[in-house]
């Protein structure tokens, strides 16, 4: 039998002789310092600890690339082995109509709707966290269009089944001489322009009067305070040849007084609102900017889950994250090609890829808590009502569904999606969790707004394995941020999120001491967790040589001595071998600079407010919340010259603090430092050198964003509150410079 899939190890010689050098250079640097500390003052010990912290993260990014391994799937061979191959429930989260224009959400669904796939073992559930009309009325309409859209993709192999991208060019010249298909083509472009006008032009007063069908529930709702809904926008009925799978729309309840947990608390109740009206033993989960670009997605991931010899080895699969209309040269440095190529396959060599909270297949039971392994065939059926009532909370349905699940013995699906509305919103309640498992072992985890990588650990901890889904072209495409501000606040989201977990009690030290995740994977884990504590670290570095030139001081040794040649080639290869790391990739020099800066704007912005807001949670000052990224549509294409997307913007958030305050400080040095150069020929013995003037020189071009920031108007220029905030700790540090 010809098998569903096949490892393939990486070449990486080359690599681990670079990442080799790299270290042995920060070696060598520690060395130096530590042979020379008795001549030098505190600023040499300061330097020293930040150095160690370096290679620290060094090695752990080693770690992670060590090992490469990729993953090749045969779709086309599942269908000669499976004869009824598994259904799969599918979940699109969506939290905010403003943040997350409703056109955007309905073109994942439609193109999730449309993939090849036996459409009635498909389900679509929608969960919408803003209770929004709006999203209502956009998928209730999105059905109408799917009637003709799904066909039309099938019938003439559609390679984007996103209609906004798929019609966003002409058709491919093959089909340019059937004058049928044009036809054809032309009235389903025009309904989709019709469909996606009304969206776009919804209001919800309008709906509300208009759409008498299942909208008066959202009369008066409030979306901090609402009872669930649960709604059966489609139900593909039994024996119909030609349709597509069900949809769904979840608006959980909502109240104030409760904790809703976010994402992890909207993918519980997706997982239970599934678990009720069709309860697949595979789940899909997309966020809602996520588009399934390859139509073949559900077999790649099929040949993932059902073609290993052994659970263990797929206990997820995952997609790398890859965007859509991605603006060029990465300008804000999130587009995140090098992890994706060299990350993602690094953790694949070791327990598996992280889970990333979108463009993942899990199998419902790992969700539920099954242990990997023959004791996966669990004995939850002998336990009593109170017992599974503990676990599960207090649904006869789910209870059963869930037995079905972790006993591998699942019923089929039930005739009559309606028929479980009721169960539906009982499990979709905001007091349902309450004194059950979920939230802890099961389901998506509490505790971190990153609940992704939460989540993904603790089924690693579990024993599990996971494993990369790459097929080509890639498996879904969405939004990356764009604009200072969104980009920022995802960072700095991420950072709050991350250290939220390195200090939990499902910190990965821990796991890999009780638990069954590997060192190698734990250590893996790190390279992420430690961004926030890393922030205090890059920012006291990046302020050493500013000091020195200001306090007349030194902290890398002086150009005439050999010791310089350490640094300066750390410098040197280290740059090189990232920026070919990138050329390797078919990325641009710019992309590799802009990435280089906009990590170091990142982990002294973002990471270091991360870092304080988990800080004042734990003092209990105030709780971590998960601000939605903004989803733009926009293409270049659609931007003329004046306004230039990839420029960086600012608002008055407190995220552009302490970078204003780096470039005013690092301003500040370069200016005294060249005064008196000029003015004083000598210069002193312990006074800052070539290497103190490059490197203050390299912070400020890191954050030339932030100097031309300081220049701009209107979005473009950094708000005179955040100048006014900064200068407190600029005039600090130049106090403490003065007293030296
Ligand atoms: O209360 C909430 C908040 C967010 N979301 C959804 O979560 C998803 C991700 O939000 P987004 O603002 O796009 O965050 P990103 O930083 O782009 O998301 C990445 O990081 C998140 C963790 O911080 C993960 O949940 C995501 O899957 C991952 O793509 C979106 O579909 C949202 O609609 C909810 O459903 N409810
Ligand atoms: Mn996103």
């Known amino acids: 039998m010809l098998p569903l899939q096949e490892r393939v190890p990486l070449k990486n010689s080359l690599q681990r002789l670079s990442d080799v050098l790299v270290l042995s250079l920060l070696l060598s640097l520690l060395a130096y310092r530590l042979v020379s500390l008795h001549r030098h003052a505190h600023l040499w010990l300061i330097a020293f600890t930040c150095e160690s912290w370096f290679t620290f993260v060094w090695l752990l990014y080693m770690n992670v690339k060590w090992t490469r391994v990729a993953y090749k799937t045969f779709p086309q061979r599942l269908s000669k082995i499976y004869h009824d191959l598994p259904a799969v429930d599918v979940f699109v989260t969506t939290a905010d109509p403003t943040l997350e224009p409703p056109i955007l959400t309905a073109n994942t669904v439609l193109s999730l709707l449309a993939v090849e796939y036996p459409f009635h073992k498909l389900s679509c559930y929608v969960s919408d966290d803003a209770a929004s009309p709006v999203t209502f009325y956009s998928l209730v309409e999105s059905a109408k269009?799917?009637?003709?859209?799904?066909?039309?993709?099938?019938?003439?192999?559609?390679?984007?089944?996103?209609?906004?991208?798929?019609?966003?060019?002409?058709?491919?010249?093959?089909?340019?001489?059937?004058?049928?298909?044009?036809?054809?083509?032309?009235?389903?472009?025009?309904?989709?322009?019709?469909?996606?006008?009304?969206?776009?032009?919804?209001?919800?007063?309008?709906?509300?009067?208009?759409?008498?069908?299942?909208?008066?529930?959202?009369?008066?709702?409030?979306?901090?305070?609402?009872?669930?809904?649960?709604?059966?926008?489609?139900?593909?009925?039994?024996?119909s040849e030609d349709g597509f799978p069900h949809l769904i729309y979840v608006a959980r309840e909502k109240r104030p007084k409760h904790s809703h947990h976010y994402k992890a608390g909207a993918m519980n109740v997706l997982t239970r609102v599934s678990a009720v009206m069709t309860n697949a033993p595979f789940m899909l989960n997309v966020d809602c900017d996520m588009f399934a670009n390859n139509p073949e997605v559900v077999l790649h991931g099929m040949c993932l889950l059902l073609g290993v010899d052994d659970e263990v080895f797929s206990g997820f699969a995952q997609a790398p994250q890859q965007f859509y209309g991605a603006l060029n040269d990465d300008p804000f440095g999130n587009q995140m090609v090098v992890l994706s190529?060299?990350?993602?396959?690094?953790?694949?060599?070791?327990?598996?890829?992280?889970?990333?909270?979108?463009?993942?297949?899990?199998?419902?039971?790992?969700?539920?808590?099954?242990?990997?392994?023959?004791?996966?065939?669990?004995?939850?059926?002998?336990?009593?009502?109170?017992?599974?009532?503990?676990?599960?909370?207090?649904?006869?349905?789910?209870?059963?569904?869930?037995?079905?699940?972790?006993?591998?013995?699942?019923?089929?699906?039930?005739?009559?999606?309606?028929?479980?509305?009721?169960?539906?919103?009982?499990?979709?309640?905001?007091?349902?969790?309450?004194?059950?498992?979920?939230?802890?072992?099961?389901?998506?985890?509490?505790?971190?707004?990153?609940?992704?990588?939460?989540?993904?650990?603790?089924?690693?901890?579990?024993?599990?394995?996971?494993?990369?889904?790459?097929?080509?072209?890639?498996?879904?495409?969405?939004?990356?941020?764009?604009?200072?501000?969104?980009?920022?606040?995802?960072?700095?989201?991420?950072?709050?999120?991350?250290?939220?977990?390195?200090?939990?009690?499902?910190?990965?030290?821990?796991?890999?001491?009780?638990?069954?995740?590997?060192?190698?994977?734990?250590?893996?884990?790190?390279?992420?967790?430690?961004?926030?504590?890393?922030?205090?670290?890059?920012?006291?570095?990046?302020?050493?040589?500013?000091?020195?030139?200001?306090?007349?001081?030194?902290?890398?040794?002086?150009?005439?001595?050999?010791?310089?040649?350490?640094?300066?080639?750390?410098?040197?290869?280290?740059?090189?071998?990232?920026?070919?790391?990138?050329?390797?990739?078919?990325?641009?020099?710019?992309?590799?600079?802009?990435?280089?800066?906009?990590?170091?704007?990142?982990?002294?912005?973002?990471?270091?407010?991360?870092?304080?807001?988990?800080?004042?949670?734990?003092?209990?000052?105030?709780?971590?919340?998960?601000?939605?990224?903004?989803?733009?549509?926009?293409?270049?294409?659609?931007?003329?010259?004046?306004?230039?997307?990839?420029?960086?913007?600012?608002?008055?958030?407190?995220?552009?603090?302490?970078?204003?305050?780096?470039?005013?400080?690092?301003?500040?040095a370069l200016v005294v430092g060249s005064m008196r150069v000029l003015w004083q020929a000598e210069a002193g013995e312990l006074g800052p050198g070539i290497g103190e003037f490059v490197c203050s020189a390299w912070v400020l071009l890191s954050f030339w964003p932030f100097v031309k920031g300081l220049v701009g108007r209107g979005r473009y220029g950094i708000p005179w509150s955040v100048i006014y905030k900064a200068a407190v700790p600029v005039f600090i540090f130049l106090q403490m410079c003065r007293n030296e």
Not at 353 to 382: D, L, Q, W
Not at 527 to 556: G, H, K
């Open 145 to 239: 269009f799917a009637k003709l859209w799904v066909p039309f993709c099938k019938k003439h192999n559609v390679r984007v089944r996103a209609p906004s991208v798929y019609f966003s060019t002409e058709p491919q010249t093959s089909h340019s001489l059937s004058s049928d298909f044009m036809r054809e083509w032309r009235r389903i472009k025009d309904e989709y322009e019709e469909l996606s006008r009304r969206i776009e032009t919804a209001n919800e007063d309008q709906i509300l009067s208009r759409v008498a069908d299942g909208s008066k529930d959202f009369l008066k709702t409030d979306r901090r305070d609402h009872p669930s809904m649960v709604k059966v926008i489609w139900e593909n009925k039994e024996g």
């Open 341 to 668: 190529k060299k990350v993602m396959p690094g953790f694949q060599g070791i327990q598996g890829p992280f889970y990333a909270g979108t463009g993942c297949f899990h199998r419902r039971k790992v969700i539920y808590g099954s242990p990997p392994g023959p004791r996966s065939i669990e004995k939850r059926g002998n336990l009593s009502w109170e017992e599974l009532e503990m676990i599960y909370g207090n649904s006869l349905e789910f209870v059963d569904s869930a037995l079905q699940i972790t006993s591998d013995y699942s019923k089929g699906l039930p005739a009559n999606l309606s028929s479980r509305v009721e169960a539906a919103k009982k499990v979709a309640a905001c007091a349902y969790e309450f004194n059950t498992s979920w939230g802890r072992e099961i389901g998506w985890v509490y505790g971190s707004i990153v609940e992704d990588l939460l989540t993904g650990m603790r089924i690693h901890s579990m024993g599990w394995r996971s494993i990369s889904l790459t097929p080509e072209p890639p498996a879904f495409l969405g939004c990356a941020p764009t604009g200072g501000p969104a980009s920022l606040t995802q960072h700095k989201r991420w950072a709050t999120g991350l250290l939220e977990i390195l200090l939990s009690r499902r910190s990965p030290i821990l796991a890999v001491m009780k638990e069954k995740l590997m060192f190698r994977q734990c250590l893996g884990y790190m390279f992420f967790l430690v961004w926030p504590p890393r922030s205090v670290v890059e920012l006291c570095y990046a302020l050493l040589p500013a000091y020195c030139i200001l306090a007349d001081s030194a902290f890398l040794p002086k150009s005439s001595e050999l010791g310089f040649l350490v640094p300066m080639a750390l410098f040197l290869s280290y740059n090189v071998y990232t920026l070919t790391e990138y050329l390797q990739y078919g990325l641009s020099i710019r992309a590799w600079w802009n990435n280089q800066r906009m990590q170091m704007i990142y982990a002294q912005t973002s990471w270091l407010l991360g870092f304080f807001s988990v800080l004042l949670k734990i003092l209990g000052l105030s709780e971590t919340i998960f601000e939605v990224s903004q989803k733009d549509q926009s293409k270049p294409t659609d931007l003329t010259g004046a306004d230039d997307p990839g420029r960086f913007t600012f608002d008055s958030s407190l995220v552009f603090v302490p970078g204003t305050a780096v470039v005013l400080i690092n301003l500040t």
